[in-house]
């Protein structure tokens, strides 16, 4: 849950606007490549890197042969849109000179895991991944219902890790033999 109690939920709301203006000037501002990469400690678990910081440690349950230790990929996507949506309603609540004070993106999806990473129940014409996605969020500010509605509609419709999950995405392999 992200709630400050007493506290407002706050980001630089010029800051915010001067990337908005931005965006709306030269549209390709917005495009970005995002880099991670992902290197296997031992068994099921993998340290992920991202820019500078600390790497992030992914895993699997022990009923998937894993130690525990971390989330595992599937529900680090869950995560993943979860803050997505968080950080898209905060910048609109923003936006709207709405003030936060509690913000929480509850995530459920059903996944079937039987393919067992390629060497389970794989026919042909299996459709991996999520089937369905449950989220649900918790607003609370000084506006009315049906502006925070609008905040959670507008984070909800523009979140790229959603629209991610949304649509097909073109992903290239190659594989380096060392």
């Known amino acids: 849950m992200t709630t ?11 800051g915010l606007d001067q990337l908005s203006c931005a965006a709306k000037e030269d549209p390709s501002t917005g495009k970005k490549t995002l880099r991670a990469k992902t290197v296997c400690e031992a068994g ?3 340290m992920t890197y991202v820019r500078e910081l600390a790497p992030m440690l992914v895993g699997e349950p022990p009923a998937l042969l894993g130690d525990d230790a971390a989330p595992n990929p599937s529900e680090t996507a869950l995560a993943a849109l979860g803050s997505c949506i968080s950080v898209g309603m905060l910048a609109n609540a923003t936006h709207r000179g709405v003030t936060l004070s509690e ?6 999806g059903d996944i079937d895991i039987s393919a067992v990473w390629g060497v389970g129940d794989t026919p042909e014409g299996k459709v991996l991944g999520f089937s369905e996605i449950r989220c649900r969020v918790t607003l609370a500010g000084d506006a009315d ?3 925070l509605q609008e905040i959670h509609d507008n984070a909800i419709k523009w979140s790229p890790v959603l629209n991610t ?14």
């Not at 400050?4 to 010029?14: F, M, P, Q």
Request: charged share 20%; hydrophobic share 60%.
């Open 4 to 14: 400050i109690s007493g506290n407002a939920l706050k980001i630089d709301a010029v």
């Open 165 to 178: 999950f949304r649509r097909p995405v073109v992903v290239a392999s190659a594989l380096a033999v060392e």
């Open 103 to 108: 913000i929480e993106v509850a995530m459920e």
């Open 145 to 147: 219902a049906s502006v």
């Open 44 to 46: 099921f678990r993998n």
